[in-house]
């Protein structure tokens, strides 16, 4: 079963989108090769009108990074900026990010005991009711629409954690134990619910382990920072952890070198890392970098320029080119070559988004945790996707539905965007990144379906109802692990 942790008991359905959702998206951008800009493609183009003129002010707008508005209290406008600062900074910005409003990661308040169910579509209606109640519960509450994430962190507790627990305590035994420490860093926490769970296992299964564990949160949000905290503080005196250290920094923002061996971990953290989107010409295959304009009324205009001036996403092009990627953006040159006979033809290629925030997270890796093992996991696909290869989900809560929309150009704030990540890719990027390695040179990088770990570390009759089926099996299986 294929899930998008924010929609798993709403329609997927692609509604048209409303004004009130994307009110402010232009749409096509103009041909302007003086300038360097240059018109997408449409699946269409022969039906499209001809291309407007080329919004001529937004030549003149001031280049921004997501790091240089920070402080602004409201999204700017007659600006122009990358594909990534504008995804950044709609996620991320202080004042009126989607991180910064409310978000809640559901947490059941007892563990399931799967085992007293009589099948999955049990677990299915407890779950569709408790979310109910929360869902009736943050209407009553909130002005703005709420995130209700769901993960299988907090579905499957405490036996997924106690599966990433297995793995980690089974390597460092056979690597470290006795003469180094357990030392493990998770970014991206949430609840604290998989620290708890995974320092609870060492507790109980592993003492000797125990007495030489520590565990560092690194936790963007001021907010889950808090609860992280809290997590521990409701505990009996005697049951509270005390290897547990919280840091309320972005991973971006790291700057201690940690020269230790240590376990990195990060569970549906990197899809929400800004991407970049890019086209390429149809005839020489060169790559444009996509920007976005904001005019004076807030309406935004997506163009493109040829790739060069943004470091980061040239390096992310010439480290990938090394693993002899073949985009699938360029996969079928005849068709572009028939639409070239069209009037209006497009000179791009479709959109490719590229993972440039998560090229630099394995950058901060190589720099700050020279000794890391790292243990991520997320979705390898999505349903409802812009179009485009490896496009976002971009989606909001309204009157209780998921609404997925169709472009990533909406108000910031309000949506969470969130992509795929293609882990094949990942695997031989981190290697040339991170071991300086080539792809494919070293067996211990590995890439796992959800299912696959689950099967080898989890403790499975735990989770098994009375029917034989199993929930923590069946479903997340677009999720992969990337572990090295
Ligand atoms: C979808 S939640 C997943 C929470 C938890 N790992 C789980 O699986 O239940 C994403 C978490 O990553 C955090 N996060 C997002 N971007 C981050 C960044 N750049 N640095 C550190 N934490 C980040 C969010 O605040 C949140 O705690």
Redesign the pocket.
Known sequence: MHCA?RSLFNSTRRPQVSGWIARRYKGHSAQDNKNNLVRPTSIFPFLDPPAPEANAAHRYYPRKTAADITTSRSPPTRIKMLTRDFIDDS??NPNYGY?SKQ?V?FSPETDFDFTEMRDHMEFMNVLAQMYKELENDADEVDEVARQV?H????LFKPWYGYAIAKYMVSEYKLNQFPHQDLIIY??????G??MMNILDYIQKYEPSVYKRTQYNI????GK?AERQSERQEVRDLTEQHTCVKIIN????DWDIHVPDQCFF?????I???AHDVIRYDTETAQPYQGLVSIDDKGDYTEFFEPVGSDPLIARYLATRKQTHYKTPALANPMWYKLLKMLPYAPNLSKAEFIPT?LYA?LEVLKEYFPQHRLVL?DFSELPDAVEGVDGPVVQTRYKGTMVPCSTYMVQPGWFDIFFPTNFEVLRDMYLMVCRDARAGSDKSVKVLTHRDFCERYGEIERTTTRSGENPMLMYYENMKFLIT
């Open positions: 942790r996620l991320y991180f978000a990661i994430w993960t299988p962190t907090e998770e970014m991206g926490a949430g609840n619910t998989l690194i936790e963007i949000s889950l920094k972005s991973i971006f971990l990060g569970m549906e953290v899809d929400n890392f925030k997270f996991s």
